[in-house]
């Protein structure tokens, strides 16, 4: 992760209007920004689509941003929006959401899956494993889904969270204590409650 000094630096540079260090911006933040879409949305054409509309609308706004959060948690909490809102979209539209194939490194970081250098078969255990947590994430709420992307995927501080998801650092912990309950309801319905074993 970049250093937050040199993040200041580029984002007064930005404000003033320069366009190549808001360029330099997006080249350090472009792959969290679209692994946090993806993560969210399911669907690697999508996540780009939202990346780049986030980075246009951070330039867009970059003179109305204040540093009271990282310049990252503020990419982020306009990725989301953007993300939700296609959610929502796609949702009024035909009631399903398209889940993708793959993205076991992410996996990992439920911490569901160890993460010991594996073998030919325990690395295509984990493989299945975590194609079965990607699918049971996609039957949680947008909300309970972003809390456990920003927290065991993103590694994000409940302070960075709560900035991203607009509420308080208490109402943080509570959602993703019932997010990954309910992510543990999910598995164990479909009969995957071995993960916990």
Not at 36 to 52: H, K, P, S, T, V
Not at 115 to 138: I, W
Request: net charge positive; charged share 35%; hydrophobic share 40%.
């Amino acid at each position: 992760m970049p250093r937050t000094d040199e993040d200041s630096d580029l984002v007064r540079r930005s404000k003033t209007g320069d366009v190549n260090a808001f360029g330099e911006l997006v080249e350090r933040y472009q792959s969290l920004v679209v692994g946090f879409c993806y993560r969210l949305l399911g669907n690697r054409e999508d996540a780009e689509d939202i990346a780049q509309e986030t980075f246009m609308r951070a330039f867009r706004a970059i003179r109305r941003f204040q540093p009271r959060a990282k310049f990252s948690t503020w990419l982020l909490t306009i990725a989301k929006n953007l993300s939700l809102n296609l959610l929502r979209d796609e949702r009024r539209r035909r009631r399903d959401v398209h889940v993708a194939t793959v993205f076991e490194e992410e996996m990992q970081a439920v911490e569901l899956v160890p993460s010991h250098n594996p073998g030919p078969d325990e690395a295509l255990r984990q493989d299945e494993r975590a194609e079965r947590v990607r699918k049971a994430l996609f039957e949680l709420s947008d909300v309970h889904r972003s809390i456990i992307l920003l927290r065991d995927f993103e590694g994000m501080t409940y302070e960075e969270i709560a900035k991203v998801m607009r509420c308080r650092k208490g109402t943080v912990k509570s959602r993703l204590s019932r997010a990954r309950d309910h992510l543990k309801e999910v598995l164990v319905a479909r009969g995957d409650g071995d993960l916990f074993g």
